[in-house]
């Protein structure tokens, strides 16, 4: 069966031609957009086939840092360094529903969602994308209750949401032990335990963060997919021995870099999955709504 999303148009277009090398039949055509147009014709397969006569339905997961729905570019800076950080968010954020309505996931991770401080007009982000398009959602600010950040306005609203059209069957929020970004949201869905992640700026507190994020993979008998800005200066090497121990793999083959989304050169947003979650999809559209691009997957969960 193929299913088709809406089709909103745009005048200066972008086209990425992706096919799937997968058993499941998957074109998609994407047209990348600036500032508001947009422009996305997309067909997928909703069923994808291993080899051994069983089908599993394929999901599109979505992550995307929104930077708070501040934008990126076109006078950021002025008149002051990171003056847009506290402008009005309400025309962006209308730009990020098109984007992700037309995207169509299934579960958006998103990291950097304003919950309700004046720049959002006191309304969470989260919940506005989820009562637009259609989801269930979970969202939490980033630091702890003892942190000073809690006391800060604005800060005190900068929170991690996991939007889902799944049932959640369960949600916890975790917190490490160093850092100041300190949030762990899990999401338990039917077959997949959703972790999404904000690590710190600093080296020795995201090696820190790892182990205990490591812990927490370890107590779910459920696939795992972790899903966030990791922050990893120092390149991709910093989760090698992340990996090694969990057992993890990066969805982003290829290592596309995601950050800065107008000229990307690092890769700190990653989509990592356990080995009972194939990869069907990847890819890194050309957006920049935010500082960082999204990074869309589609995988499928295959069931013993």
């Given at each position: 069966m193929i299913g088709c999303n809406?089709?909103?148009?745009?005048d200066h277009s972008l086209f990425l031609i992706v096919l799937s090398e997968n058993p499941s039949l998957q074109i998609t055509i994407y047209?990348?957009?600036?500032?508001?147009?947009?422009?996305?014709?997309?067909?997928?397969?909703?069923?994808?086939?291993?080899?051994?006569?069983?089908?599993?339905?394929?999901?599109?997961?979505?992550?995307?840092?929104?930077?708070y729905g501040t934008g990126h570019k076109d006078g950021y800076h002025l008149p002051l360094p990171f003056a847009g950080f506290f402008k009005r968010t309400h025309v962006n954020l209308q730009r990020i529903?098109?984007?992700?309505?037309?995207?169509?996931?299934?579960?958006?991770?998103?990291?950097?969602?304003?919950?309700?401080?004046?720049?959002?007009?006191?309304?969470?982000?989260?919940?506005?994308?989820?009562?637009?398009?259609?989801?269930?959602?979970?969202?939490?600010?980033?630091?702890?209750?003892?942190?000073?950040a809690q006391r800060v306005p604005v800060l005190r609203e900068q929170s991690n949401a996991l939007l889902t059209k799944q049932s959640v069957e369960d949600f916890r929020f975790h917190y490490f032990e160093q850092g100041v970004k300190q949030l762990v949201i899990q999401t338990d869905l039917r077959a997949i335990a959703i972790?999404?992640?904000?690590?710190?700026?600093?080296?020795?507190?995201?090696?820190?963060?790892?182990?205990?994020?490591?812990?927490?993979?370890?107590?779910?008998?459920?696939?795992?997919?972790?899903?966030?800005d990791f922050n990893t200066f120092w390149g991709s090497r910093e989760l090698n021995l992340f990996l090694a121990a969990t057992g993890l793999k990066n969805a982003n083959l290829s290592n596309?870099?995601?950050?800065?989304?107008?000229?990307?050169?690092?890769?700190?947003d990653f989509i990592l999955h356990s080995s009972g979650i194939r990869i069907?999809?990847?890819?890194?559209?050309?957006?920049?709504?935010?500082?960082?691009?999204?990074?869309?997957?589609?995988?499928?969960?295959?069931?013993?």
């Open positions: 809406r089709h909103l148009c745009c047209t990348a957009f600036k500032k508001s147009q947009v422009c996305v014709h997309f067909f997928r397969a909703t069923i994808a086939s291993d080899g051994t006569n069983q089908y599993h339905t394929i999901m599109r997961l979505l992550l995307y840092n929104i930077r529903i098109s984007f992700i309505g037309a995207i169509n996931p299934d579960i958006v991770a998103l990291v950097e969602v304003d919950s309700g401080s004046y720049r959002s007009g006191h309304f969470c982000q989260a919940q506005t994308i989820a009562d637009k398009l259609g989801y269930n959602y979970v969202v939490e600010n980033k630091y702890n209750n003892q942190s000073l972790f999404i992640v904000h690590l710190s700026l600093k080296y020795r507190h995201r090696q820190n963060q790892l182990e205990q994020l490591h812990a927490l993979t370890q107590e779910t008998d459920k696939e795992v997919i972790i899903a966030g596309a870099a995601s950050h800065p989304s107008h000229a990307p050169q690092r890769q700190i069907d999809n990847f890819y890194i559209p050309d957006v920049r709504l935010s500082d960082h691009s999204p990074l869309i997957c589609d995988f499928s969960c295959v069931h013993s």
